[in-house]
């Protein structure tokens, strides 16, 4: 049975309501402002936007690095918008984002509070949390399974897993974009669980994909407007404009069923003497809890799982992302894999896949990785960092609460950098056989800034160069055929979100050889 409509003047009433709430909510923004500004300076460069909506209708919604990208060329690198009240700068240069999240990570560090992220109960992510004692601890926490130092205990997996990649590409590889979804999401499941059945990670896998892509969704600037209006978060679901509410709920389920209800299957394991062949990072942190009857239990164990679930909500989609990427980038380049097989030759010969003891031995397909992410840049903006306090910069004022976005799409194809930014080339990273030091890292970008930087950075660039040197070693990869057997041109299309994915494309994946199938 369908609901009856209001009375008339019960809507009107209700509508007037909101209306006049959020009049003067803006008014009080506007006047605290200006009082925090007494001395008048600008505000930074930018479009002109409507009266008490600003920019709102000016924000992208899709491919918004590009858009970003084109009014940083018109304005300069810093670039001043305003939706609803609520300012956000674009940083348009690596230059300008070490200096303001760098130099000055002491005012750019928090974390933007949007009610659409609290609706969908994704509040345990310490990638939102402001910064503060609680995330150094959280970071810490992690940083103790991802750091550079431990990243070598999970090779036995990485390597179990890459051979099944492998194997898998052999039996079917038209299903290569699938097959790379098992590969990084098993992987990381394991390596944060120790799940080893594919059912239980698959539909793992799925919650986790769908709460990345809510997470980075609802985070978009002029997307959810409960976000610049929070007032609208209390508005019954059955009021008009409030169908969000509905989803959120569904989406606080699932994250409800993927931090707190994974790693509890983990204790449970535990308890009953199921443990894991490989070390995973949940069943190390259930060794360490403490007893009972500690006070300090319930809060270790919130940060145990909060921790495991960050790590495969946000480690697997990053790495599948790129991973497309480069089976698109290597089939429009042939040059570039024989090139990367000769290396692969020379070095470890054929006898077997590489390891990651072989990075160093192997620049090229070091320069494979670095230019992949460059050049498909899987977090083009990324999440926003937020201004602590009111600052001055440069003769500006950057009001507190202003949404920081560093384009790192734009500063990774900036032309004064890398020639040619818009060409798949590897060899610009490589200079008399080896590592060119001079020519900048994308890592500077690709990993975030200051005292956000990802934490999981190093697992995935031993992750990307292990699959990349062993499909490599095994596999060559074509542009598909027509009916008529010739060849159809690839071009990379991206998904409209925060995180990057190509769009579904087709492949020929080939063995080098029947020689090379013993090497899986």
């Not at 103790?144 to 590409?169: G, H």
């Not at 976000?227 to 209390?234: A, E, F, K, M, Q």
């Not at 983990?266 to 894991?276: A, F």
Request: proline fraction near 8%.
């Amino acid at each position: 049975m369908s609901r009856p409509a209001l009375p008339l003047s019960l809507g009107v009433q209700l509508g007037t309501l909101v209306a006049c709430a959020f009049l003067f909510w803006c008014f009080r923004r506007w006047l605290d402002r200006k009082a925090r500004n007494p001395r008048g300076l600008p505000l930074p460069p930018g479009p002109k936007g409507l009266p008490v909506v600003g920019n709102l209708f000016q924000l992208p919604q899709k491919d918004p690095w590009l858009e970003y990208d084109r009014l940083n060329r018109e304005y300069g690198d810093l670039v001043y918008l305003e939706a609803v009240g609520q300012p956000i700068l674009i940083l348009g240069s690596l230059e300008r984002a070490n200096e303001i999240l760098e130099r000055k990570s002491s005012k750019y560090s928090n974390r933007p509070v949007l009610p659409a992220l609290e609706m969908i109960d994704v509040a345990w992510s310490f990638s939102l949390f402001q910064y503060g004692p609680e995330l150094r601890h959280y970071r810490k926490t992690f940083h103790q399974y991802f750091n550079a130092n431990v990243i070598s205990r999970y090779q036995p997996i990485l390597d179990e897993e890459v051979t099944a990649f492998l194997r898998k590409l052999h039996k079917s590889p038209e299903l290569f974009l699938d097959h790379t979804r098992d590969l990084f999401g098993y992987a990381i499941m394991r390596i944060a669980y120790g799940f080893d059945d594919p059912e239980v990670n698959r539909g793992l896998l799925h919650d986790g994909e769908t709460m990345l892509k809510a997470f980075v969704e609802v985070s978009l600037p002029g997307r959810y407007l409960v976000n610049d209006i929070p007032i609208l978060r209390h508005v019954p679901a059955w009021f008009p404009g409030a169908g969000f509410k509905a989803r959120f709920a569904e989406l606080a389920q699932v994250s409800q069923r993927m931090h707190i209800d994974s790693f509890e299957r983990v204790k449970k394991n535990l308890e009953n003497g199921r443990r894991s062949v490989h070390p995973s990072m949940a069943a190390d942190l259930v060794d360490k809890m403490p007893n009972e009857d500690n006070p300090a239990r319930s809060k270790y164990n919130e940060v145990a799982q909060d921790v495991c679930a960050v790590a495969y909500a946000a480690g697997a989609d990053t790495m599948i992302s790129t991973l497309f990427a480069l089976f698109l980038a290597l089939a429009m380049h042939p040059e570039v894999q024989e090139k990367a097989q000769k290396e692969l030759e020379s070095v470890i010969g054929s006898g077997r896949l590489p390891t990651l003891n072989d990075q160093k031995s192997l620049p090229y397909i070091s320069a494979i990785v670095k230019e992949i992410s460059r050049w498909h840049t899987v977090a083009p903006i990324g999440l926003p960092h937020v201004t602590a306090e009111d600052d001055e910069y440069n003769g500006y004022f950057i009001p507190k609460g202003t949404y920081v976005m560093a384009n790192s799409w734009a500063i990774l194809h900036d032309p004064n950098v890398y020639d040619a930014p818009e060409k798949f080339n590897p060899d610009r990273f490589m200079k008399d056989g080896a590592l060119d030091p001079t020519v900048r890292d994308p890592g500077v970008a690709v990993f975030g800034y200051g005292r956000r930087v990802c934490p999981g950075r190093w697992l995935s660039d031993s992750t990307l160069f292990l699959v990349t040197a062993s499909f490599l070693s095994v596999y060559n990869v074509y542009p598909p055929k027509d009916d008529s057997g010739n060849s159809i041109p690839l071009k990379i299309e991206v998904a409209p979100a925060l995180v990057s994915t190509p769009l579904p494309f087709k492949c020929n994946i080939r063995l080098r050889s029947s020689q090379h199938a013993h090497l899986f």
